[in-house]
């Protein structure tokens, strides 16, 4: 059963860049998928962005594309999320996930389809 830890969260000036790790324990990743998602105080969960890591092939929501982005480690067992140009809207918690069963755009965003989570790390971004 693999678990997730992310970590590199904490506090940043607006324009500023933070990079969050997802690291797995267990098991590597494997072939599978590991999406990023936030939470902002107040609103629900959304999807960040997602990599699959059979290609590496990476997936963003239109609102991050230009400034996050999604790699891995060579061993599959560590997921990284490079955030550029931070901004106060950006504030949430973050979380990484794994997902057994999906390889596109259309099926990564779906919430439902991982089957787990880490912890998730909070990331402030003051003004």
């Known amino acids: 059963q693999v678990q997730l830890v992310e970590s590199g969260g904490g506090l940043v000036q607006a324009g500023g860049s933070l990079r969050l790790s997802c690291a797995a324990s267990?098991?590597?990743?494997?072939?599978?998928?590991v999406g990023w998602f936030r939470q902002a105080p107040g609103k629900e969960r959304e999807f960040v962005g997602a990599i699959t890591l059979s290609n590496s092939a990476t997936f963003y929501s239109a609102s991050m594309l230009g400034r996050f982005t999604i790699s891995r480690g060579n061993a599959k067992n560590t997921v990284f999320l490079q955030m550029n140009s931070l901004e106060p809207e950006d504030t949430a918690v973050y979380y990484c996930?794994?997902?057994?069963?999906?390889?596109?755009?259309?099926?990564?965003?779906?919430?439902?389809?991982?089957?787990?989570w880490g912890q998730g790390t909070q990331v402030f971004v003051s003004s």
């Open positions: 996930a794994r997902s057994t069963v999906c390889l596109t755009y259309e099926c990564l965003i779906g919430q439902n389809r991982y089957d787990s």
């Open positions: 267990g098991r590597t990743f494997s072939n599978y998928a």
